[in-house]
């Protein structure tokens, strides 16, 4: 494969980054454009000399239209997430992942990209009771966070169809891996649990901890993006990225209690408003269409976040 310049949107990120660093050792030029509002430069200080960072804000239409210039492909990871943080502000979560993306979309169509791959959510599609999710099923996102996912693959589809513009949404499922804040208000179940364990204290389970989740790795995203921007017959539509598993948060417990060697119990607290209680995806679609493959299973995964963790807390 010859070399290309690819744009990553919040590259500083967690599952930016690590696009980053695959296609830095895959011998390509990177571009990355991140506010670093919630991307972090530690997360790309290993491979930074590689990298060119531009440091701006998806909403602002000069920096996008700068960063665009001279690419091939666009990973389009930037977004304000959260479901819980998208209910307190619906208006600051429309506006980045609204109106940044449609800011993505139309430099990235000035400038001559390729492609977009943008990053959904599986959130789109709410308290739909089929199980496993697959992509024919009709969206019913519950929150201002899900809606503006949906809203930015309904604009995808119309830049094919209008303007002959490829773009490709992948509808993450509850990725998890290195990196991943724990520190936010609103960070994931899993560097919170596992960050629990590791101090000592009562991992937070909101509800009875029976709602289940289709845990996914983050090298598994990372491959699903590279073979979403080269495939033929994708563009315009939209793709589950998961593992096809489903787990409890219970059973998401115990076994990082196996791993770490914790006997805490947790502590429980309402359901958060906007939660989906159940989470599985039909992989198939993306299987047929771009030759996705679960890379890490979600126990060696967990194995592998946990022992990251435990390093930053021994270099601390």
Request: charged residues 20%.
């Amino acid at each position: 494969m010859s070399k290309r310049l690819y744009l990553v949107t919040g590259g500083a990120g967690f599952i930016g980054s690590h696009i980053c660093e695959r296609l830095v050792s895959d011998g390509h030029g990177v571009r990355v454009l991140d506010n670093f509002f919630a991307g972090k430069a530690a997360n790309l200080e290993p491979f930074k000399d590689d990298i060119e960072v531009i440091r701006g804000d998806i909403r602002d239409v000069r920096a996008v239209t700068d960063a665009m210039r001279g690419v091939d492909i666009v990973f389009h990871e930037a977004a304000l997430g959260s479901v819980p943080r998208s209910v307190a502000d619906p208006l600051t979560t429309h506006e980045v992942n609204l109106n940044g993306t449609l800011n993505i979309l139309l430099a990235a169509r000035d400038a001559g990209v390729r492609r977009v791959v943008y990053a959904s959510s599986s959130s789109v599609y709410g308290e739909t009771p089929t199980l496993p999710k697959h992509e024919g099923i009709t969206p019913q996102p519950l929150s201002p966070y899900a809606l503006s996912k949906l809203a930015g693959e309904y604009y995808i589809s119309v830049f094919k169809q209008v303007y002959g513009f490829e773009a490709v949404a992948l509808r993450y499922f509850n990725i998890f891996g290195p990196r991943q804040d724990p520190e936010s208000q609103y960070a994931a179940v899993i560097p919170r649990f596992v960050t629990a364990l590791f101090e000592g204290h009562q991992p937070v389970v909101y509800g009875d901890g029976g709602q289940s989740r289709d845990f996914t790795y983050v090298e598994n995203v990372v491959e699903a993006n590279l073979l979403a921007s080269e495939a033929e017959g994708v563009a315009g539509r939209a793709f589950n990225v998961a593992c096809g598993g489903r787990y409890t948060l219970l059973d998401l417990l115990s076994k990082l209690k196996e791993i770490t060697g914790s006997a805490i119990e947790p502590v429980h607290e309402e359901a958060r408003p906007g939660d989906v209680r159940d989470s599985q995806a039909s992989i198939e679609a993306a299987e047929q269409a771009f030759g996705y493959r679960i890379k890490v299973d979600f126990d060696e995964g967990l194995r592998r976040t946990v022992a990251w963790y435990q390093a930053q807390t021994v270099s601390v």
